[in-house]
């Protein structure tokens, strides 16, 4: 039975409180657009720690509303959200709170088997901040496909900060030129499985300082790319460096076009959808701003106009920027409410 909203507002459960989870509450409270509501948070962190690392945010800054922790809870202005500490979930507690969509965000669950665990705790839905694996119900790249949810899924994967990035802009540019094939290089700021100093861990480039190196990282992009578009199988290759940046991600796209372009005619094509396919999701830029200069900004891609580049025989670079959390936790709460809203 696909899981219905009990009201109006979407009651979520955000469990793994760390860059994207919190990004997701605090996304809620700055725009205020989506019909949901956050009745409880699971981390392992200490109720103190939760409310300290909601009011103050190296990235993002302090939290607009007045934030405090009172009995195992979290007020967000008049607003209580109940916090829980339960490493493994206890058997019912999801339908105690009558929990609607889970928010997966603890970055341990990366398979409809491990997500299986949400629903046998009552919640009606899970969406997965990662691409876990292909036995999902969907996997959504909120504005290109979330249209095809029907209401009947219950797991669901939001795919990577990456794919949102640059699918989008693959879509636009095969419809209008045809892509052959393409490689991406990810160049994405450091993220929480980088340790600050060099420790021991079984990757062997995960355990170099983060602040110090360019770090090469293995991804899956190309899987991702393939399984919402498939009919680029084995068409690109990507790779993926860690930067010693807070946050802020930029992809670099080399592509063979299959009716090549000049410069000015790929931005025209991409400004244009940024405009009408994709409003929200895609942006266009055409000023020398830096990777900074995105931190915060809530679409999944920003395409850079200044730094398209066309090679004598076609071959075409693109560079398009992303705020790999706060652009995802956007994402995340479109992809629930559409979850919950599909019928
Ligand atoms: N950070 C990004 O830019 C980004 C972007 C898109 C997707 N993602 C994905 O989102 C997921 C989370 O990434 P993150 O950067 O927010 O990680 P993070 O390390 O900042 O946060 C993970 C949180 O989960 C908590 N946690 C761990 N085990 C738990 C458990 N059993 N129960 C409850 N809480 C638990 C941790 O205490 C931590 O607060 C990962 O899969 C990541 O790939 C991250």
Redesign the pocket.
């Known amino acids: 039975m696909a899981a219905v909203p009990k009201s109006p507002v979407i009651r979520c459960a955000i469990?793994?409180?760390?860059?994207?989870?919190r990004g997701i509450l605090r996304a809620l409270y700055e725009y205020r657009r989506w019909p949901v509501a956050v009745v409880a948070i699971?981390?392992?962190?200490a109720p103190e720690t939760i409310e300290h690392l909601t009011r103050f945010d190296s990235t993002h800054g302090r939290f607009l509303m007045p934030v405090r922790e009172e009995d195992d809870s979290l007020w967000i202005g008049e607003e209580c959200i109940r916090l829980l500490q339960?490493?493994r979930l206890s058997p019912r507690v999801w339908a105690e709170l009558e929990v609607d969509v889970v928010l997966e965000?603890?970055?341990?669950i990366k398979s409809r088997n491990d997500a299986q665990g949400h629903l046998d705790s009552g919640a009606g839905k899970v969406l997965i901040?990662?691409p876990a694996d292909d036995k999902v119900d969907a996997t959504v790249v909120y504005g290109l496909n979330h249209h095809e949810l029907t209401g009947r899924e219950t797991i669901v994967s939001n795919a990577?900060?990456t794919s949102n990035c640059v699918i989008p802009v693959i879509e636009v540019l095969d419809q209008a030129f045809g892509i052959a094939c393409g490689n991406i290089t990810s160049i994405h700021?450091a993220?929480?499985?980088q340790p600050v100093i060099d420790c021991s861990c079984s990757d062997l480039r995960l355990c170099r300082a983060a602040g110090v190196s360019i770090v090469p990282v293995d991804t899956r992009l190309n899987r991702g790319i393939e399984r919402i578009l498939p009919r680029f199988a084995n068409r690109f290759q990507t790779t993926a460096l860690r930067v010693p940046t807070l946050n802020v991600t930029a992809m670099d796209l080399n592509l063979c076009l299959e009716k090549p372009a000049p410069a000015d005619n790929i931005n025209a094509a991409l400004k244009k959808a940024a405009a009408s396919r994709f409003p929200g999701i895609m942006d266009y830029c055409d000023i020398p701003v830096a990777s900074i200069d995105f931190n915060h900004d809530p679409h999944s891609c920003i395409v850079d106009g200044t730094q398209t580049r066309v090679c004598s025989n076609g071959l075409t670079k693109l560079l398009v920027w992303c705020d790999?959390?706060w652009g995802?936790a956007n994402r995340m709460l479109d992809t629930a409410t559409a979850m919950m809203n599909a019928c």
């Open positions: 469990n793994g409180f760390g860059r994207i989870g699971n981390d392992l962190a339960q490493e965000c603890t970055g341990r901040s990662n990577s900060c700021a993220m929480n499985d790999n959390e995802f």
